[in-house]
């Protein structure tokens, strides 16, 4: 799709440009052109010409308005993978911190192929969600996390709502199987595959920034639909969480009443309620290796 070049389509001028390469060399700002296009949807088309380094142009299709700060941001930290030499090349997949150091997960997606037919865009790589394909368009859950990644840096709850809201609207996430998240170590958690197929950070920290304006109520919702989502988790956190704290208040009295099993009825979609994972172990275990299933 060829598209004119403007001041508005420009996410910074040449001279600028110029200028990122002059304090940082490896600042990908200074060694690519960014392109913004509004598609006809009025979605955007975020994309860059020329990065530097071998590496191809890369695009992102689909992109809500309100998301395009953090498309190019997305988009610099890709190209910093690529700099620090993971393959960015059609039907690659990534995986990375690639929105904020302090985020307890890592982001997925993959790369796929285009089909633009105009010399200036021929051969631009798509970077889609995790093994799904290049007419899948937005990456939501890569946009979600990254939402996600930045709500810890947020100390204003009525702003950590609302971003946790809009996360949760890109990418609600999925109910997953009852074990799901069961060897989880509390101490060490990683939540990459519960972030990717059910965005629970998302859930968890909405419930938080509620409590915090005194809306516990409403916070408890958020907590139930986190261990409907991830009911082998749930069983796992709440273990942790009654054996290592004593204190009372209504986080810890809402866990220690929790009836897992009761939430996941009332909350689960009809015939996905299967028996509860079996109950953690107290004894010290070595974590599992994490595995790359990740269906849904
Ligand atoms: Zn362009």
Redesign the pocket.
């Known amino acids: 799709m060829r ?1 004119h ?1 403007t001041s508005e ?1 420009r996410l910074v001028s040449t001279g600028a440009r110029l200028l990122r390469r002059f304090f940082d060399l490896e600042d990908p700002h200074g060694w690519a052109e960014y ?1 913004c ?1 509004e598609e006809a949807a009025g979605t955007l088309w975020i ?1 860059c ?1 020329s990065p530097r380094w071998g590496l191809p142009n890369l695009e992102f299709v689909g992109v809500p308005a309100d998301m395009r700060g953090y498309a190019h941001q997305l988009m610099f930290e890709i190209i910093a993978h690529g700099r620090a030499g993971h393959a960015l090349a059609p039907d690659c997949d990534i995986e990375g911190i690639f929105s904020a150091p302090l985020q307890n997960f890592r982001q997925m997606a993959t790369l796929r192929r285009t089909d633009h037919d105009d010399p ?2 021929f051969g631009m790589v798509r970077i889609v969600d995790w093994t799904q394909s290049a007419d899948s368009g937005f990456p939501r859950r890569l946009f979600a996390a990254h939402i996600m990644a930045w709500v810890e840096y947020t100390e204003d709850p009525a702003q950590k709502e609302a971003m946790c809201r809009r996360s949760l609207a890109i990418f609600p996430g999925y109910f997953l199987d009852m074990a799901a998240g069961a060897d989880i170590v509390p101490r060490k958690v990683d939540l990459t595959d519960l972030q990717f197929r059910a965005n629970l950070s998302a859930y968890l920290s909405l419930a938080h920034a509620l409590f915090d304006q005194g809306r516990g109520k409403e916070g408890i919702g958020y907590l139930r639909q986190a261990i409907a989502r991830c009911p082998g988790w749930a069983c796992a956190y709440r273990h942790h969480l009654l054996n290592a704290y004593r204190a009372r208040d209504r986080y810890i009295d809402f866990w220690r009443e929790a009836d897992i099993e009761r939430i996941c009825g009332d909350l689960r979609p009809a015939n996905t309620t299967g028996p509860m994972p079996a109950p953690p172990r107290t004894a010290k275990r070595k974590p599992k290796a994490r595995t790359r299933k990740r269906s849904a």
Do not use: R
Request: glycine share 0%; charged share 10%; no cysteine.
């Open positions: 598209h070049v389509t392109h296009v994309h010409h200036d865009h």
